[in-house]
C-alpha cells in the first residue's frame, strides 16, 4: 500500500547542501518521489511510497537533530503522482520577500484545526486571508463570511493584497499544508499587523479533523498528478468549467501552448480539446489555419 506524505519544518540550517546530498540519497535508497526544497530556514518536501518506507523516512528524520519531530500529513496517494525524485537547494524556502530582511522563525500563533474552527463559529465576521493562487482557491475554501482569495498566480502576489487590510484588526490565514501561511505570518508580523493567526497544519489537517462537516467547502489542489484530494465522499465541485461552467474540480493545460494556463475543464470539454478561452480559441485556430 501506498501513500503521499506532505511535511515542512522552519529551522535554521548551516549547510544546505549537505542535507541536500543527504535526503537524496535517503529518498533514492527507500525508492521515493517527489519534490524536496532545502534552503537556510529549513526544509520542505512532498513525497510519495510505500507506507512501510515512508515510515523509514520519518525515522531516518526523527534521527537528525534538526528535523526531529516534523509534523507529517498522510493522504491517498503513490509514488507515481509524482514523475521523478526532485531534491534541490533554494535561496528561501518559500518565495515570498526576496529583497526584504525580516526574522522568518518569528511567525505568529497557529491555531489547530478545533481552535481554528471554534474561533470562526465564534467570530463568524472575522477577515480570513486564503494564502494560495487562485487557481487553488477555486475549487475550495473556508465558508465563511470575510473570506479573502485574491487573484494571484504566484506566492509573492499576496503582498499587494495586503495593503487593502486593516492592521488593528484580527486576521486569519491559510494555506494547504500551513508553510506559506506561517511564513506569510512572520512577514505580516514584521509589516506591523497586531494580530495574525495561521492555520496550523493547513486545510489538511483541518479535512482530516472535519472531513466535509466543518467550514471547509470543496476540494483541496494539491501539485502532483492528483491535482485535487477530497476529504470525504461528500467533497463538493464548487469550482466552474472555464467553458460551459459546469460544477467540476478538474484542472487542465489550456491546449493553446502560447497560453498553456492551468483551468478548470469539465470531462466534456477536456474530451473536445477546450481551451481555456474564446481568445484563446481563436489564436489556436489563427496558429495553426
Known sequence: MQKVILYYKFVPLSDPTTVMFWQRQLCQRLNLKGRIIIAEQGINGTLGGNIEDLKA????????PSFKGVEYKWSAGSRDDF????V?????LVTLAPDEQFDVFNSTKGLRPKEWH?????????IVLDARNDYESDIGYFKTKNVIKPKINTFKEIKKHLEKLPKDKPVLTYCTGDIRCEYLSAYMKHK????VYHLDGGIVKYGETYKDDGLWEGKCFVFDKRLNVGFSDKAKDIG???RCEVRTSNHENCINMACNGLVLLCSLCKENKATCSENCEKQLQNTTA
Not at 523516512?57 to 537528525?64: S, T
Not at 514523475?83 to 526532485?86: F, V
Not at 471554534?118 to 472575522?126: G, R
Request: hydrophobic share 20%; aromatic share 10%.
Open 240 to 242: 466552474k468549467c472555464a
Open 83 to 86: 514523475p521523478r525524485l526532485s
Open 88 to 92: 534541490k537547494v533554494r535561496p528561501e
Open 192 to 195: 506591523g499587523f497586531d494580530e
Open 118 to 126: 471554534k474561533y470562526l463559529e465564534e467570530n463568524p465576521d472575522a
Open 57 to 64: 523516512y520519518k525515522k531516518e528524520m526523527n534521527h537528525h
